[in-house]
């Protein structure tokens, strides 16, 4: 179907020009470097550049959505080759005139195909049933493939005219799959069933439509009386119901489908098809069948001219056109013709689709699968039929010679010009491209061997050593072929050896060196197998691997080969990947030179290429796993209990550790060569000193004079510093929040402030001490330490020496004192060189089989400190950097999957979760971790669960599937004590032989093992798999058990179970406390899906201007920030297309921008693309996708959408439900958004009830003193005093006074704001008393005074919604303002110069509420 052509996203709403004005008389000559230096941004603009984004990308017509093909931009290079930004000619109007249509304008961009009009026009409502047509300008027919700018007479108003083309098999196949693609365009049942990376949202539901129309519709206020506010029971405060129906709200559009909007009832081909000889002549192409939805049967033919009916029936074949014949040359014509509901029904249709918002119709980058779904009416469909049967990968058929040939193009995408930014463009996006599709074919490719439909190369060995190859695909199953792994751990090495493969190839992929080469990989878990799909090096199948294999080992190092080319290639990533080039020994005791472990094989393809593959051990092995005789790891892992056996020897650490690892050894190299340094400059100033100045009473005074010290330390590290980071501490900066929307200094200047003062305390008295603190500083905040540059990964490294040759000393390497400094500090933080820092891992040291020649013993023992170091820096650094973090709520993971990535950002695996999980249960704040541990245990209990059910489901026969999943989760997750496998009746056994069969089940011998599984045996196998593989003891014998000890929800179990494994169950109530019934039966189980893991290429220029953007942003720059990101939103769809996850980011912080700086209804529309991609890409309930909303349901509110804001709300506070549960701290925050928007709508019970919730989750994870505990207090007393409840008003507001009086003192705003409102409070309190007191006395006579009952201003309401949500406005003046940004520059100097940051006074204003860039208003 053409609407899927390879290099074009159909309709991708990307109509953003990237123009760029260079300020008047400036010269573009800004020096392109690969990361910030001292530039504002990383792509080479000055800070004066201004930075324009055309268009914006709304959505106002489906004209303007289309594609801006800005990839083919021209650099504008001036004459020293130095690189200025992307400057792109502005669009013009062309006017397109259709066969049977008014002419309309169509917006373009110079750098667009011709294509790209083809494709708006197959996606309008007016055209979208024409696709074999050609694009004429004065009568010359235009090119598909040419870009608009080269069309000669093509200008502003030029007519286009759309000319019907005759029709061929090719072109008539292409009509029929699009408008069967059209008939089913609101059709979710692709979502449901994960094809054609379609994915499920739910937004609209809870919007009605589009939020940027709607918004102009309702007045503020006005629809106060109409909002019906109560939600639904399950999702008050308190309530224990966890329905799972509402994950999937009926869409009304899909209603529309399912029912009545029928246009045709059968679409297929004819069993008359291909037409015979005779018939080709006159012109036959093919036959098609219908059925209309009036049940008249019709034969159509395909023809040169269009489609006509012909006589032919069922069983008769009469090709002959019937009469009339409605010849017509699209399809829809003639069914418009011979069905009356058919046209009614298509026009609702196509009006219906074109009013949906794109996000909702394009295709995502990657599959996306769904754990639930609905039943589905399964319908005929011939498109899908037939593609079921050919091997046709999504796009086979616009490509001669049908097979891709997935190496060559993975490959020539790598050898694209990478120059400028025009040409990195182009190459991350056709390295994009081709890596989604190849992901996609290999995902398809796994599912088809494992579900049987390929033959095996090697069809006469047994099952698990079969490889296969298919659409140029080469194909393995993860079990121990040969005994390759024996000695590493057999099937459990096997299995684990892809994924540490598919690491070093995305590590290798990222370096990206010119001239190395890895294979297209892809691992993916497909009913309980393990298969890797990789692109297949050309000739290899050809030759034995002992001729081809030029480097490395093919034994585990028994024989090993080197060669001098790939030395020289993978020595150019050694560097950022950390790795040693070493000697090893072959089997002749020679010694040979490698870079890289002995298991990377190098292979010269036929194509001249140089292949690395087998990367399963790129990165050094994790002794905490890896038991070796004689060897004794540090006192931190030894008191954890390690080294532990692990299942298998392949354990590695995580890239993200070593690099974690080797920043916090460089702090300690900087800390101890400037100590160093420093005594000796004050030893020789006081030797001068005594010199000069003999009779001087001060000549006595000791080496390190204690007044300068601090002062003199922070100048040497800032010399030293400085110059070694190549003015990088941007990065640091910019990393804290690549995770985050918003800075975090309030976190990160505590700690460091904390330490830097006891760094120069301990400076007096020895280094050492000196050292240690360093460590603990740098413990405490290693990737978020604001105040310390990091260490460059890729940049040349200076040599410290030089570094310090900026600094005080003449000639550092003639001054042997200094020489000395720098080899101390080598010697002691373990640097390979010993003139420069330089940490690099040998990643063959404890490999068995491998041997390292005499010479280089010291070496060697050197190395294997280093990694029992990094081993000790996981267990004593990493892990509780973790759980502070969790502590102070600067990571909050909500289910497995973002605990997951929680743990690998900090480069601890998961294998490490049971240590994790004892850690916190010894935490003395164990209660305000409760909600880490209750997901922690819930993770290691599914995934227990998951490696179970792999080798269960190994057991099973393709027709007792449903069957054992069933029987599967009822043992995990139901009450009922004895779920008895209900093995499927024989639906095909014949009478006769049903007397023999009674006893014996479908399939025979050993296949229904699976079906005596009990709940009481599988519990057992999970505690003891948890004790096993995660050194863990749980207690309990059953769900129950479990749910009651750790307060988990079987639902969550359930959700976690079905990701994990790929399951997709039947959406719909699930009893599992039921005793007498199980919870699951086999109808239940719809699909299993695949689970694929990939490597994501990256948009590495569009990442440094996001990247740069934040900074600005952090700095309070908000409009140069707001530029930076939307330039980044545009080179991030250059590369992406419009769905990807990163392009969700950006569009999240530009919509929180957008409304920092006042323009609500554009935060509003950014916003709403950040939750649709959210749920396409990420998951419906995915916990960044809630976040989503909630952002969502704050603009709303501000746009005076409150009865929206509450639906979006409620819909967040489900998923979050169903997903952690109501015991998590984010829930508070939530609680605190509905309560002050029921607030506002005057619904004050209901509203009471979210905000004590909030004020209790609250004070228990941020302690009962917190802040955050005195404004719940707050918002709670407001709440009474609107319902004239004064003295429980009052007794919150003394709670919150009280926290502000003890936290900040008397003289800060908020107590004094607090103390204020006490005062209010107590009047009010005093003059109802009054009235009351009146009534009593005087009865009905009474003189009431009247009071004031106030309803809550919106604007009041909006105020609260802002501070919770962590946005502050503060009014300043233009001075404050020119203040704010000198202290702001100062502060930043400060940082780069490693100062401690104690000397800074922070004032009121400044201090950054939770984490957010606050936002100025000039008054």
Same mark, same amino acid.
């Given at each position: 179907?053409?609407?899927?052509?390879?290099?074009?996203?159909?309709?991708?709403?990307?109509?953003?020009?990237?123009?760029?004005?260079?300020? *008047?008389?400036?010269?573009?000559?800004?020096?392109?470097?690969?990361?910030?230096?001292?530039?504002?941004?990383?792509?080479?603009?000055?800070?004066?550049?201004?930075?324009?984004?055309?268009?914006?990308?709304?959505?106002?017509?489906?004209?303007?959505?289309?594609?801006?093909?800005?990839?083919?931009? $021209?650099?504008?290079?001036?004459?020293?080759?130095?690189?200025?930004?992307?400057?792109?000619?502005?669009?013009?109007?062309?006017?397109?005139?259709?066969?049977?249509?008014?002419?309309?304008?169509?917006?373009?961009?110079?750098?667009?195909?011709?294509?790209?009009?083809?494709?708006?026009?197959? $996606?309008?409502?007016?055209?979208?049933?024409?696709?074999?047509?050609?694009?004429?300008?004065?009568?010359?027919?235009?090119?598909?493939?040419?870009?608009?700018?080269?069309?000669?007479?093509?200008?502003?108003?030029?007519?286009?005219?759309?000319?019907?083309?005759?029709?061929?098999?090719?072109?008539?196949?292409?009509?029929?799959?699009?408008?069967?693609?059209?008939?089913?365009?609101?059709?979710?049942?692709?979502?449901?069933?994960?094809?054609?990376?379609?994915?499920?949202?739910?937004?609209?539901?809870?919007?009605?439509?589009?939020?940027?129309?709607?918004?102009?519709?309702?007045?503020?206020?006005? $629809?106060?009386?109409?909002?019906?506010? #109560?939600?639904?029971?399950?999702?008050?405060?308190?309530?224990?119901? +966890?329905?799972?129906?509402?994950?999937?709200?009926?869409?009304?559009?899909?209603?529309?489908?399912?029912?009545?909007?029928?246009?045709?009832?059968?679409?297929?081909?004819?069993?008359?098809?291909?037409?015979?000889?005779?018939?080709?002549?006159?012109?036959?192409?093919?036959?098609?069948?219908?059925?209309?939805?009036?049940?008249?049967?019709?034969?159509?033919?395909?023809?040169?001219?269009?489609?006509?009916?012909?006589?032919?029936?069922?069983?008769?074949?009469?090709?002959?056109?019937?009469?009339?014949?409605?010849?017509?040359?699209?399809?829809?014509? =003639?069914?418009?013709?011979?069905?009356?509901?058919?046209?009614?029904?298509?026009?609702?249709?196509?009006?219906?689709?074109?009013?949906?918002?794109?996000?909702?119709?394009?295709?995502?980058?990657?599959?996306?699968?769904?754990?639930?779904?609905?039943?589905?009416?399964?319908?005929?469909?011939?498109?899908?039929? %037939?593609?079921?049967?050919?091997?046709?990968?999504?796009?086979?058929?616009?490509?001669?010679?049908?097979?891709?040939?997935?190496?060559?193009?993975?490959?020539?995408?790598?050898?694209?010009?990478?120059?400028?930014?025009?040409?990195?463009?182009?190459?991350?996006?056709?390295?994009?491209?081709?890596?989604?599709?190849?992901?996609?074919?290999?995902?398809?490719?796994?599912?088809?061997?494992?579900?049987?439909?390929?033959?095996?190369?090697?069809?006469?060995?047994?099952?698990?050593?079969?490889?296969?190859?298919?659409?140029?695909?080469?194909?393995?199953?993860?079990?121990?072929?040969?005994?390759?792994?024996?000695?590493?751990?057999?099937?459990?090495?096997?299995?684990?050896?892809? #994924?540490?493969?598919?690491?070093?190839?995305?590590?290798?992929?990222?370096?990206?060196?010119?001239?190395?080469?890895?294979?297209?990989?892809?691992?993916?878990?497909?009913?309980?197998?393990?298969?890797?799909?990789?692109?297949?090096?050309?000739?290899?199948? *050809?030759?034995?691997?002992?001729?081809?294999?030029?480097?490395?080992?093919?034994?585990? @190092?028994?024989?090993?080969?080197?060669?001098?080319?790939?030395?020289?290639?993978?020595?150019?990533?050694?560097?950022?990947?950390?790795?040693?080039?070493?000697?090893?020994?072959?089997?002749?005791?020679?010694?040979?030179?490698?870079?890289?472990?002995?298991?990377?094989?190098?292979?010269? @393809?036929?194509?001249?290429?140089?292949?690395?593959?087998?990367?399963?051990?790129?990165?050094?092995?994790?002794?905490?796993?890896?038991?070796?005789?004689?060897?004794?790891?540090?006192?931190?892992?030894?008191?954890?209990?390690?080294?532990?056996?692990?299942?298998?020897?392949?354990?590695?650490?995580?890239?993200?550790?070593?690099?974690?690892?080797?920043?916090?050894?460089?702090?300690?190299?900087?800390?101890?060569?400037?100590?160093?340094?420093?005594? /000796?400059?004050?030893?020789?100033?006081?030797?001068?000193?005594?010199?000069?100045?003999?009779?001087?009473?001060?000549?006595?005074?000791?080496?390190?004079?204690?007044?300068?010290?601090?002062?003199?330390?922070?100048?040497?590290?800032?010399?030293?510093?400085?110059?070694?980071?190549?003015?990088?501490?941007?990065?640091?900066?910019?990393?804290?929040?690549?995770?985050?929307?918003?800075?975090?200094?309030?976190?990160?200047?505590?700690?460091?402030?904390?330490?830097?003062?006891?760094?120069?305390?301990?400076?007096?008295?020895?280094?050492?001490?000196?050292?240690?603190?360093?460590?603990?500083?740098?413990?405490?905040?290693?990737?978020?330490?604001?105040?310390?540059?990091?260490?460059?990964?890729?940049?040349?490294?200076?040599?410290?020496?030089?570094?310090?040759?900026?600094?005080?000393?003449?000639?550092?390497?003639?001054?042997?004192?200094? +020489?000395?400094?720098?080899?101390?500090?080598?010697?002691?933080?373990?640097?390979?060189?010993?003139?420069?820092?330089?940490?690099?891992?040998?990643? $063959?040291?404890?490999?068995?089989?491998?041997?390292?020649?005499?010479?280089?013993?010291?070496?060697?023992?050197?190395?294997?400190?280093?990694?029992?170091?990094?081993?000790?820096?996981?267990?004593?650094? /990493?892990?509780?950097?973790?759980?502070?973090?969790?502590?102070?709520?600067?990571?909050?993971?909500?289910?497995?999957?973002?605990?997951?990535?929680?743990?690998?950002? +900090?480069?601890?695996?998961?294998?490490?979760?049971?240590?994790?999980?004892?850690?916190?249960?010894?935490?003395?704040?164990?209660?305000?971790?409760?909600?880490?541990?209750?997901?922690?245990?819930?993770?290691?209990?599914?995934?227990?669960?998951?490696?179970?059910?792999? &080798?269960?489901?190994?057991?099973?026969?393709?027709?007792?599937?449903?069957?054992?999943?069933?029987?599967?989760?009822?043992?995990?997750?139901?009450?009922?004590?004895?779920?008895?496998?209900?093995?499927?009746?024989?639906?095909?056994?014949?009478?006769?032989?049903?007397?023999?069969?009674?006893?014996?089940?479908?399939?025979?011998?050993?296949?229904?093992?699976?079906?005596?599984?009990?709940?009481?045996?599988?519990?057992?196998?999970?505690?003891? *798999?948890?004790?096993?593989?995660?050194?863990?003891?749980?207690?309990?014998?059953?769900?129950?058990?479990?749910?009651?000890? !750790?307060?988990?929800?079987?639902?969550?179990?359930?959700? *976690?179970?079905?990701?994990?494994?790929?399951?997709?169950?039947?959406?719909? %109530?699930?009893?599992?406390?039921?005793?007498?019934?199980?919870?699951? &039966?086999?109808?239940?189980?719809?699909?299993?899906?695949?689970?694929?893991?990939?490597?994501?290429?990256?948009?590495?220029?569009?990442?440094?201007?996001?990247?740069?953007?934040?900074?600005?942003?952090?700095?309070?720059?908000?409009?140069?920030?707001?530029?930076?990101?939307?330039?980044?939103?545009?080179?991030?769809?250059?590369?992406?297309?419009?769905?990807?996850?990163?392009?969700?980011?950006?569009?999240?912080?530009?919509?929180?921008?957008?409304?920092?700086?006042?323009?609500?209804?554009?935060?509003?529309?950014?916003?709403?693309?950040?939750?649709?991609?959210?749920?396409?890409?990420?998951?419906?309930?995915?916990?960044?996708?809630?976040?989503?909303?909630?952002?969502?349901?704050?603009?709303?509110?501000?746009?005076?959408?409150?009865?929206?804001? =509450?639906?979006?709300? !409620?819909?967040?506070? !489900?998923?979050?439900?169903?997903?952690?549960?109501?015991?998590?701290?984010?829930?508070?925050?939530?609680?605190?958004?509905?309560?002050?928007?029921?607030?506002?709508?005057?619904?004050?019970?209901?509203?009471?009830?979210?905000?004590?919730?909030?004020?209790?989750?609250?004070?228990?994870?941020?302690?009962?003193?917190?802040?955050?505990?005195?404004?719940?207090?707050?918002?709670?007393?407001?709440?009474?005093?609107?319902?004239?409840?004064?003295?429980?008003?009052?007794?919150?507001?003394?709670?919150?006074? #009280?926290?502000?009086?003890? /936290?900040?003192?008397?003289?800060?705003?908020?107590?004094?704001?607090?103390?204020?409102?006490?005062?209010?409070?107590?009047?009010?309190?005093?003059?109802?008393?009054?009235?009351?007191?009146?009534?009593?006395?005087?009865?009905?006579?009474?003189?009431?005074?009247?009071?004031?009952?106030?309803?809550?201003?919106?604007?009041?309401?909006?105020?609260?919604?802002?501070?919770?949500?962590?946005?502050?406005?503060?009014?300043?003046?233009?001075?404050?303002?020119?203040?704010?940004?000198?202290?702001?520059?100062?502060?930043?100097?400060? /940082?780069?110069?490693?100062?401690?940051?104690?000397?800074?006074?922070?004032?009121?204003?400044?201090?950054?509420?939770?984490?957010?860039?606050?936002?100025?208003?000039?008054?």
């Amino acid at each position: 179907m053409v609407s899927k052509t390879d290099d074009i996203q159909a309709s991708v709403p990307n109509c953003n020009v990237n123009t760029v004005d260079l300020a *008047e008389g400036e010269t573009p000559d800004h020096q392109e470097t690969k990361a910030p230096n001292k530039d504002p941004c990383a792509c080479g603009h000055s800070a004066s550049t201004v930075v324009m984004n055309g268009g914006g990308a709304h959505y106002h017509s489906e004209e303007e959505s289309k594609q801006d093909g800005g990839g083919d931009t $021209d650099g504008v290079e001036d004459s020293n080759e130095q690189e200025v930004i992307v400057i792109q000619d502005t669009g013009f109007t062309v006017k397109i005139q259709a066969p049977g249509t008014e002419p309309f304008d169509l917006q373009v961009s110079p750098q667009e195909m011709v294509q790209e009009i083809h494709q708006v026009l197959m $996606d309008r409502e007016d055209t979208c049933h024409r696709t074999c047509f050609s694009l004429q300008l004065d009568g010359n027919v235009l090119d598909n493939f040419a870009e608009l700018k080269s069309i000669e007479g093509l200008q502003e108003g030029s007519l286009l005219k759309v000319v019907e083309e005759p029709y061929t098999v090719r072109e008539a196949r292409i009509h029929v799959r699009h408008i069967r693609d059209l008939l089913k365009s609101l059709d979710p049942s692709d979502a449901y069933n994960g094809v054609d990376c379609n994915s499920l949202s739910f937004l609209s539901v809870f919007t009605d439509g589009d939020l940027g129309d709607s918004g102009k519709r309702k007045k503020k206020g006005s $629809d106060l009386e109409q909002i019906d506010c #109560t939600p639904p029971e399950h999702i008050l405060p308190g309530s224990k119901e +966890r329905p799972l129906v509402p994950l999937q709200p009926q869409n009304k559009d899909w209603k529309v489908i399912m029912t009545p909007m029928q246009c045709l009832k059968v679409l297929t081909m004819s069993g008359w098809n291909p037409p015979p000889g005779n018939r080709k002549m006159h012109g036959d192409l093919m036959y098609l069948y219908m059925v209309t939805v009036e049940e008249r049967h019709i034969s159509i033919t395909a023809s040169t001219r269009g489609f006509y009916l012909n006589q032919s029936t069922t069983y008769t074949f009469n090709p002959k056109p019937a009469n009339p014949s409605f010849l017509s040359h699209s399809l829809v014509e =003639l069914l418009s013709q011979i069905s009356p509901a058919f046209k009614k029904n298509f026009t609702v249709l196509q009006k219906t689709r074109v009013q949906r918002h794109p996000f909702e119709r394009i295709a995502t980058p990657f599959q996306v699968y769904s754990w639930t779904a609905p039943q589905v009416d399964h319908t005929m469909d011939c498109v899908r039929a %037939e593609d079921a049967y050919t091997s046709r990968l999504g796009y086979e058929e616009h490509i001669p010679g049908q097979t891709r040939d997935w190496n060559e193009e993975l490959q020539t995408t790598r050898e694209l010009a990478r120059k400028n930014l025009p040409e990195r463009l182009l190459r991350e996006r056709a390295i994009f491209k081709v890596h989604s599709d190849f992901a996609a074919a290999a995902t398809r490719g796994s599912m088809a061997v494992i579900d049987g439909n390929v033959m095996a190369i090697n069809p006469g060995e047994e099952t698990r050593m079969q490889m296969f190859i298919w659409n140029n695909i080469f194909f393995s199953l993860g079990f121990d072929v040969r005994d390759h792994y024996r000695e590493l751990g057999g099937d459990a090495a096997a299995h684990a050896a892809p #994924t540490n493969d598919l690491n070093g190839v995305r590590a290798y992929g990222a370096v990206d060196v010119e001239g190395l080469y890895t294979l297209g990989t892809v691992v993916v878990d497909y009913r309980g197998y393990r298969v890797t799909a990789q692109s297949i090096i050309p000739g290899i199948l *050809e030759r034995e691997q002992e001729q081809s294999v030029i480097y490395g080992s093919i034994d585990f @190092g028994k024989t090993v080969v080197s060669h001098g080319k790939y030395l020289e290639l993978l020595e150019r990533t050694s560097r950022p990947l950390k790795v040693q080039r070493h000697n090893v020994l072959n089997e002749k005791d020679e010694s040979v030179e490698l870079c890289s472990s002995v298991e990377c094989k190098g292979i010269i @393809g036929n194509d001249g290429r140089h292949y690395i593959l087998d990367l399963l051990r790129t990165f050094p092995p994790d002794l905490n796993f890896l038991p070796v005789e004689g060897e004794e790891l540090s006192p931190e892992s030894v008191r954890q209990g390690f080294p532990r056996q692990h299942r298998h020897r392949l354990a590695c650490l995580r890239q993200e550790l070593i690099e974690a690892f080797v920043e916090h050894r460089y702090l300690l190299f900087m800390k101890m060569a400037a100590l160093q340094l420093m005594q /000796q400059k004050a030893n020789k100033e006081s030797k001068m000193a005594t010199l000069t100045e003999n009779n001087s009473p001060e000549a006595a005074v000791p080496a390190l004079p204690s007044t300068e010290n601090p002062d003199a330390l922070a100048k040497s590290s800032e010399t030293s510093t400085e110059t070694l980071t190549d003015g990088k501490s941007n990065a640091v900066q910019i990393e804290t929040t690549s995770t985050t929307d918003a800075p975090q200094p309030a976190a990160t200047e505590a700690t460091t402030t904390e330490a830097a003062p006891k760094a120069e305390q301990t400076t007096e008295t020895n280094i050492p001490s000196a050292a240690a603190t360093t460590m603990t500083a740098s413990q405490a905040t290693p990737t978020e330490d604001n105040v310390v540059p990091t260490v460059t990964t890729n940049g040349p490294l200076v040599p410290v020496a030089t570094a310090i040759q900026n600094g005080e000393c003449e000639s550092p390497l003639d001054d042997p004192k200094s +020489r000395e400094v720098v080899l101390n500090a080598c010697k002691a933080v373990g640097s390979i060189s010993n003139t420069s820092f330089d940490i690099r891992f040998n990643p $063959d040291i404890f490999s068995p089989g491998v041997r390292f020649p005499e010479d280089s013993v010291d070496d060697i023992q050197k190395q294997k400190q280093l990694l029992k170091d990094a081993a000790a820096f996981l267990v004593s650094c /990493q892990i509780p950097s973790l759980v502070k973090d969790c502590l102070d709520h600067s990571a909050l993971p909500m289910d497995g999957a973002t605990l997951t990535e929680a743990l690998h950002q +900090r480069g601890i695996n998961v294998r490490y979760l049971g240590n994790v999980l004892e850690f916190v249960d010894k935490t003395p704040a164990k209660a305000q971790l409760e909600h880490f541990y209750r997901i922690g245990i819930s993770e290691l209990i599914t995934r227990c669960a998951k490696h179970i059910f792999k &080798t269960y489901l190994q057991g099973v026969e393709l027709s007792a599937l449903s069957a054992a999943v069933s029987h599967f989760l009822n043992c995990f997750l139901s009450s009922f004590p004895d779920a008895v496998a209900h093995l499927p009746a024989d639906e095909l056994v014949s009478r006769r032989k049903n007397r023999k069969r009674r006893n014996r089940v479908p399939g025979g011998g050993d296949n229904t093992a699976w079906a005596s599984l009990t709940p009481s045996e599988l519990w057992k196998n999970i505690v003891s *798999e948890a004790q096993s593989y995660y050194n863990f003891t749980l207690h309990c014998e059953n769900a129950d058990q479990v749910v009651e000890k !750790y307060g988990l929800q079987k639902i969550t179990l359930l959700r *976690e179970i079905s990701i994990k494994a790929g399951i997709q169950i039947l959406i719909k %109530e699930y009893n599992f406390d039921s005793r007498h019934k199980p919870a699951f &039966t086999e109808e239940d189980i719809l699909n299993i899906f695949p689970v694929v893991k990939h490597v994501n290429p990256k948009a590495s220029d569009a990442f440094h201007f996001f990247q740069s953007g934040q900074a600005k942003v952090q700095q309070g720059y908000l409009k140069e920030g707001c530029e930076l990101i939307n330039e980044a939103l545009n080179l991030f769809n250059n590369v992406y297309g419009a769905m990807h996850v990163e392009i969700c980011a950006c569009l999240r912080l530009l919509a929180r921008l957008n409304y920092i700086m006042g323009d609500h209804h554009e935060a509003l529309s950014n916003q709403q693309k950040a939750v649709l991609m959210s749920e396409r890409v990420l998951g419906v309930e995915h916990p960044n996708t809630i976040q989503e909303y909630m952002h969502l349901a704050l603009y709303c509110f501000a746009n005076g959408q409150l009865s929206t804001a =509450l639906k979006l709300l !409620y819909r967040a506070r !489900y998923l979050m439900l169903m997903v952690c549960g109501e015991d998590h701290p984010e829930m508070a925050l939530l609680d605190s958004n509905i309560g002050l928007v029921l607030h506002g709508v005057m619904e004050y019970d209901l509203s009471l009830r979210f905000l004590e919730n909030a004020l209790a989750i609250n004070s228990k994870y941020h302690g009962p003193r917190s802040l955050k505990v005195a404004l719940s207090h707050h918002l709670v007393a407001r709440v009474y005093e609107s319902k004239a409840e004064f003295r429980s008003a009052l007794q919150h507001e003394k709670e919150g006074y #009280t926290i502000y009086k003890n /936290q900040v003192g008397e003289a800060h705003e908020k107590t004094k704001e607090s103390s204020e409102y006490l005062k209010y409070l107590t009047q009010q309190a005093v003059a109802l008393q009054r009235t009351m007191n009146e009534i009593y006395k005087n009865g009905s006579n009474a003189s009431i005074m009247p009071l004031k009952f106030t309803a809550p201003s919106m604007a009041s309401v909006l105020e609260q919604l802002n501070i919770i949500n962590g946005i502050i406005f503060i009014p300043l003046s233009q001075k404050d303002l020119e203040n704010l940004k000198a202290e702001v520059q100062r502060r930043q100097q400060l /940082q780069e110069s490693g100062k401690s940051m104690e000397e800074l006074t922070v004032d009121g204003p400044l201090e950054l509420e939770d984490k957010i860039p606050m936002d100025v208003n000039v008054d």
